[in-house]
């Protein structure tokens, strides 16, 4: 299985600005469950705790308060049951393509036959088996984030987060990448949490929604598109699409005031 639960997740940074301190909440008292198998998105305005909130599901942060299970099991740092995508794939540079997914492979203890195999049939599930050798600086950015995302999944975690990692990417490469995503996610079953801050890749490519605004939870809303989803431009001309994409728009701009 691979659940992962916020449970009253508040988190509190304290600053120096200017001589002056300042203390932020940067998430208060957000809950919310990703289910075994499901993909959750996790959108909203730019300082609104998305990447906040994946940092504490991974361990990089500390909550303080609530808590962050896997499974039923507390969070208390870094572990090999969830695996992180980043924005910037982060690849070593002076490694290859097949480098940098066995240097996470050995990090959990891999050696010998084994982890070269291992490492290999993850870069080629994601469509790189004619790259294993090239250096980062020989990759493409599409092709950087398919070996980070094979380098996350070649530990198998129970959860993958993922924190905006087709955002850098151009339009055409961008979409490529959201069906790569899903064909993946038919073939591995990984329960995933999408950090996005556009709401077609939301729509496109969740189960559900959460709709971070100021630190908290202000919606979570179900995507009523089937699964597996057809071609992604089909999706688009759905009606269901067209209503759950205006649903998400309303939910971040409740509130808002407009300047006349």
């Known amino acids: 299985m691979g659940e992962v639960s916020l449970l009253d997740v508040s988190k509190r940074f304290t600053l120096r600005v200017e001589g002056n301190v300042q203390v932020v909440d940067a998430l208060s008292h957000v809950s919310f469950t990703v289910h075994d198998g499901e993909i959750v998105s996790l959108i909203g305005p730019s300082g609104c705790g998305k990447t906040t909130a994946l940092r504490v599901a991974m361990g990089l942060e500390t909550a303080s308060g609530g808590k962050v299970t896997v499974d039923g099991r507390e969070v208390k740092g870094c572990g090999f049951d969830r695996g992180m995508?980043?924005?910037?794939?982060?690849?070593?540079?002076?490694?290859t393509a097949l480098g940098n997914v066995m240097f996470g492979l050995e990090m959990k203890g891999m050696r010998g036959a084994k982890l070269r195999e291992t490492a290999?049939?993850?870069?080629?599930?994601?469509?790189?088996?004619?790259s294993l050798n090239r250096r980062p600086h020989q990759l493409s950015g599409g092709m950087k984030q398919r070996v980070g995302i094979a380098r996350a999944l070649a530990v198998d975690p129970k959860v993958l987060l993922m924190d905006e990692p087709f955002g850098a990417l151009d339009a055409q490469t961008r979409e490529t990448m959201q069906a790569e995503l899903l064909d993946l996610h038919a073939r591995t079953g990984k329960t995933i949490l999408f950090v996005t801050h556009d709401l077609d890749e939301a729509v496109l490519i969740a189960d559900r929604i959460v709709v971070?605004?100021?630190?908290k939870v202000e919606e979570i809303m179900k995507v009523p598109l089937p699964r597996p989803r057809p071609d992604l431009g089909?999706?688009?001309?759905?009606?269901?699409?067209?209503a759950t994409r205006y649903r998400v728009w309303q939910a971040l701009h409740a509130g808002a005031t407009t300047l006349h």
């Open 85 to 95: 995508v980043f924005q910037f794939a982060e690849l070593l540079p002076w490694l």
């Open 234 to 242: 089909l999706v688009r001309g759905m009606p269901e699409f067209a």
């Open 212 to 215: 971070l605004k100021d630190g």
């Open 120 to 130: 290999t049939r993850y870069l080629e599930l994601v469509g790189l088996a004619d």
